[in-house]
């Protein structure tokens, strides 16, 4: 059974009246959003500049400017490569070529059996493990043609 607009919105609602005596409320408004659903509905977005007395443009500049919120939800597992010069130069541009071609997704897209969504990142932290990869929330460093192979048939790519 699919929820309505309207229930979305109540959850939405409840969740701004939570937060919004945080500072800055809007960012961690916008996670527990995205923890909720798995996205942000695009109705959440009005019911949030409304709760928070901001545009809903001004809502959407920030949703759409972070690239770890989502406007559909995600594939079962979540790949993240690094796209940063350190990794490029150790190698992350292949290892980013063959997992497109294997998943036969670009990036930012999910697989036709809504298993693995795959995603860019732009620093982990591991330029010294480079190429860096974030699988499922778990950051793995020196990833090698070989090892991405056995993290894709962990995950049932």
Known sequence: MSETTEDQNVRVEAICDQMIAMEGPLLPILHEVQEEFGHIPEGALQTIAKKLNLSRAEVHGVASFYHDFREEKAGKHIIKICRAEACQAMGADAL??????????????TTADRKITLEPVFCLGLCACAPAAMVDGKVV?????????????????
């Open 141 to 157: 460093g020196r990833v090698t043609s070989d090892r991405m192979n056995r993290i894709l048939n962990e995950v049932g790519a």
């Open 96 to 109: 980013a070529d063959q997992v497109r071609r294997h998943l036969r997704v670009d990036w930012s897209q």
